[in-house]
Every structure is written in structure tokens, then in C-alpha cells.
């Protein structure tokens, strides 16, 4: 069969049972194919590496996934929220990869400037960033492996785990990529703001969703100055942030 691009997931193309991918760092992406094959799936389903038929991983930019079976889904939170936290447990002593501290695109520069590694001034003019950096407080809590782009990459399928078919991985308290789900799923996909309780569970959970918010209106702004064919979607955050704060604010 011709690949064809999916509606959603970056640059992922539809080969049949295969997903091919394609990648900008090389190492990342090596990495990740060597480490989701030792990982133990408990809870959740991971897509699985294959190949090239010399041995390697990625191929002239490229990589090829397994295809799992499962939709996407605008409604069942907790359960990705549950299969996130089993993902988190089953990595969390996993070692600090090299490729994390590098700024190597928009994500991790943006990832920087939630967590104040990075100063805001390299981004000048973000639509509510004021606000919600002034809001920001220091937090003191571990930092494991996390993910930190679940939604629109969970799999939901009658009698199976959920499945997780896209690693974007991040050194962050683990509460973070809950965060992650929590604000994306509120902002772009209609989820209810009492969706926010699952936070709960978690160490200083009002300023991880504070940063979580603050990397997505950033990555949304620098997404758009790189390819101006997008749309301005600012707006589209204002409730979320709204929310965010009066966490902070109570």
C-alpha cells in the first residue's frame, strides 16, 4: 500500500501494520527504540521498534513502529491518566538519557522556560505568559522520566490496556506529564475542569499544571512563527490559564 499521513501524531505515516516516523535527532530516536523494548508493559501497551534490515533504528531520518490496535478517545481521562501513571512507575528508575538537556526544537526550549532553566526573554511577546510566570513558584520534588504528549497519543481498544504510541520524553517531576494530560485535554479536546481532581494525588500539583500550561501556550506561539500558515489559537488557552491560576490564587 501508498503510506498515508495521519490526521493526527507528528509526521507519522499509515503503511498498514506498520507506522513509519519521522524523526529530527537521530540519537533521541535510537535511544527510545532500544529503551521501549526493555520496558515492562503492565497497565498499558507501548507500539514496539522494528528494524532496518541492517540492524539499525532510524534509516535516512526514518523509523518504523508496530501498528496497535485502538481509537483515540475525547472522553476517557482517567483511564489515560491511570495508564500514565503505570507508564511513569514502570520507568521511574530509568537513568537520565543525554539527548534530554539538549534545546534541539520548540518542546525543550519550551519545557526550559516552564521550569525557569530557560529565560522567557527568547520568546518575547507570548499571548498570557506574563501572568503565568508571575504566578510560577519554586518547586522541590524528584525528577524522573516522564511523557509529555499523551493526548491524541493513547489507544483505547474493547479488552486491552490503553496503548501509548509515542514516547516525547522529558526529565520532570512525575506529576508533570499527569499536568500535561490535565491542561491538553482542557484546552483543546473539551475535557470538564473537574478533570483537574486527578492532579490531586500529586506533590505541588497546582504549579506543575502552572508549567504544563506555561509549555503549551509556548510551544503553540513558537509552532506558529515557524510556520505562519497556522492559525493564531491564543484564545483558545484562555480558559485553561484561567483555571491554572485560581489554583494558585486560593
Known amino acids: 500500500m501508498t503510506p498515508a499521513l495521519f490526521s493526527q501524531g507528528r509526521r507519522a505515516w499509515d503503511a498498514g501494520e506498520i507506522v513509519l516516523r519521522n524523526v529530527d535527532d537521530e540519537a533521541e530516536a535510537t535511544w527510545v527504540a532500544e529503551f521501549v523494548g526493555g520496558v515492562a508493559q503492565r497497565g498499558f501497551r507501548l507500539a514496539q521498534p522494528i528494524r532496518a534490515r541492517d540492524g539499525r533504528w532510524v534509516v535516512d531520518g526514518w523509523t518504523a513502529w508496530t501498528r496497535v490496535p485502538g481509537a483515540h478517545s475525547t472522553t476517557r481521562w482517567p483511564e489515560l491518566l491511570t495508564a500514565a501513571h503505570a507508564l511513569h512507575e514502570a520507568i521511574r528508575n530509568v537513568a537520565r538519557p543525554e539527548f534530554i538537556t539538549r534545546l534541539t526544537n520548540r518542546w525543550r526550549l519550551a519545557d526550559g522556560i516552564a521550569f525557569g532553566e530557560v529565560a522567557a526573554d527568547e520568546v518575547a511577546a507570548v499571548a498570557h505568559l506574563d501572568r503565568l510566570l508571575a504566578a510560577r513558584r519554586p518547586v522541590d520534588l524528584p525528577s524522573q522520566l516522564v511523557h509529555g504528549d499523551l493526548v491524541g497519543n493513547v489507544l483505547f481498544a474493547d479488552g486491552l490496556p490503553p496503548a501509548i504510541i509515542d514516547l516525547s520524553l522529558y526529565w520532570r517531576p512525575v506529576g508533570y506529564g499527569a499536568a500535561l494530560v490535565v491542561g491538553d485535554a482542557i484546552a483543546w479536546e473539551g475535557a470538564p475542569t473537574d478533570l483537574s481532581r486527578e492532579l490531586a494525588k500529586y506533590d505541588e500539583w497546582p504549579q ?33 490559564v484561567d483555571l491554572a491560576l485560581s489554583f494558585i490564587n486560593t
Open 208 to 240: 506543575l499544571l502552572l508549567r504544563a500550561v506555561i509549555f503549551r501556550v509556548v510551544v503553540s506561539e513558537l509552532a506558529r512563527r515557524a510556520e505562519p500558515w497556522r492559525k493564531d489559537v491564543s484564545a483558545q488557552y484562555r480558559a485553561i
